[in-house]
T-cell receptor, first 114, second 113 residues
Framework: GAGVSQSPSNKVTEKGKDVELRCDPI?????LYWYRQSLGQGLEFLIY????????KSGLPSDRFSAERTGGSVSTLTIQRTQQEDSAVYLC???FGMGGYEQYFGPGTRLTVT | AQSVTQLGSHVSVSEGALVLLRCNYS??????LFWYVQYPNQGLQLLLK??????LVKGINGFEAEFKKSETSFHLTKPSAHMSDAAEYFC???????????FGRGTSLIVHP
């Protein structure tokens, strides 16, 4: 079956522009997560969804970041007025639920802000 | 609160040698523990997980990990390294409350011929 997909795979944008990153989770997975991975920094948790609800938004770095999930499926992460420090790989993962369920990761979107 | 510490950002071994990647966790309640592997330009892939069924967990590609509650450790081992094992390895913990997994900073495994 299809795994988690993310688009675009690469995005180069100018400082100050808005970007949208998309994640298509595995069908039937109720939990969806966004992480940011910077070189040598490990995975930084951004936000998670249980269904369409995001109970914890405290991981979002600033109010320029927002995310939504519709139909319990596709999710978009939006970064407004991008800054150079936003450059990173953005990873999406989904799972059947929370707790002991493994996460399935997408290949990531590499964002470069020039 | 939960946290994960991976000792050593880089581990270098010779092909055929033992692989040992260290992970210590902190959790106020019994945790779920995971090891993931990330190959260049790919997402993370599950190697193995501990969910309290057995303390010695076997995973894919010949890897295994042992949960030691007294040491709060979940070290990853493989008896004989292969060149294809070169990758980034992440330990993660998920425990009570929201069960959002917390990841370590990762250990880069380098395998020399």
């Amino acid at each position: 079956g299809a795994g988690v997909s993310q688009s675009p795979s690469n995005k180069v944008t100018e400082k100050g522009k808005d970007v949208e990153l998309r994640c298509d989770p595995i069908s039937g997975h109720t939990a969806l997560y966004w992480y940011r991975q910077s070189l040598g920094q490990g995975l930084e948790f951004l936000i998670y969804f249980q269904g369409n609800s995001a109970p914890d938004k405290s991981g979002l770095p600033s109010d320029r970041f927002s995310a939504e999930r519709t139909g319990g499926s596709v999710s978009t992460l939006t970064i407004q007025r991008t800054q150079q420090e936003d450059s990173a790989v953005y990873l999406c993962a989904s799972s059947f639920g929370m707790g002991g369920y493994e996460q399935y990761f997408g290949p990531g979107t590499r964002l470069t802000v020039t | 609160a939960q946290s994960v510490t991976q000792l050593g950002s880089h581990v270098s071994v010779s092909e055929g040698a033992l692989v040992l990647l260290r992970c210590n966790y902190s959790s106020s309640v019994p945790p779920y523990l995971f090891w993931y592997v990330q190959y260049p330009n790919q997402g993370l892939q599950l190697l193995l997980k501990y969910t309290s069924a057995a303390t010695l967990v076997k995973g894919i590609n010949g890897f295994e990990a042992e949960f030691k509650k007294s040491e709060t450790s979940f070290h990853l081992t493989k008896p004989s390294a292969h060149m294809s094992d070169a990758a980034e390895y992440f330990c993660a913990v998920s425990s009570g409350g929201s069960y959002i997994p917390t990841f370590g900073r990762g250990t880069s495994l380098i395998v020399h011929p």
